[in-house]
């Protein structure tokens, strides 16, 4: 089940730094009454957000919504489960030229078509994440209990270090690294997008700032 996969693998990251177990991810837990399930999630949307996954990209139909607005003929809803915008639009599933004019509006894409399909990135189910992810997120996850339960800044520069390799790699070394080579040898099975959370993709400043606002 999805609740119990998740709660076992915050713990796993949890008895990694030598911090007990919870019972629930939703109850505030340590000292800073952080709730598990929000830390869990803001490493995982981060994750997703910070790099190109191709694990994540997908191709299909948008659902017609009815009418465009003026000078438009269709209206069509864009992909719930999606790390931010789709890349390309197409009028059919064999166009092989994206539509070049359309127009993005109340959470809807405008076309002169009666049909849209999309290219964009989904988010997966945490079931369907790849091994290679998920040992990442695994690393992230351990680096903030390490302040926030244990209050150990040496042990989170030693973990952030091991997840995203040292300044001279801008985020982007360490398991990091690993996890996007194995990703661009098509380790990962590609699956079809299947629930979940919209994501849009963190830009600037730093991925301590993004979503926890702890200090290093």
């Known amino acids: 089940m999805p609740l119990y996969a998740e709660t076992q693998f915050v713990n796993e990251s949890l008895s990694r730094v030598g911090c007990r177990p919870v019972a629930s991810l939703d109850a505030p837990f340590g000292p800073q009454g952080q709730i598990p399930r929000d830390v869990f999630n803001a490493v995982k949307r981060f994750l997703l957000g910070a790099h190109q996954w191709e694990f994540t990209k997908t191709f299909g139909s948008l659902t017609r919504y009815g009418a465009g607005k003026a000078g438009w003929e269709s209206a069509f809803v864009l992909p719930p489960a ?5 890349t390309a639009y197409y009028s059919s599933n064999s166009d092989r030229h994206p539509i070049r004019h359309f127009e993005i509006y109340q959470g809807r894409v405008h076309v002169g078509h009666s049909a849209c399909w999309a290219e964009y990135r989904f988010v997966p189910t945490f079931e369907a994440l790849p091994s290679f992810f998920t040992e990442l997120m695994q690393v992230v996850l351990m680096s903030e ?7 150990d800044r040496t042990l989170r520069r030693e973990l952030r ?5 040292s300044e001279q790699y801008q985020g982007q070394g360490g398991q990091f690294a690993v996890a996007m080579a194995l990703d661009a040898h ?10 979940g959370e919209e994501v849009h993709i963190l830009r600037g400043g730093s991925f301590n700032t993004l979503y926890t ?3 290093d």
Not at 82 to 86: I, Q, S, T, Y
Not at 145 to 151: F, Q, S, V
Not at 186 to 195: C, E, L, M, N, Y
């Open 82 to 86: 999606r790390v931010d915008l789709p």
């Open 213 to 215: 606002g702890l200090d």
């Open 161 to 165: 270090l091991q997840a995203f390799g």
């Open 186 to 195: 098509g380790a990962a099975q590609k699956v079809a997008p299947s629930g």
């Open 145 to 151: 209990w390490a302040l926030a339960i244990r209050e």
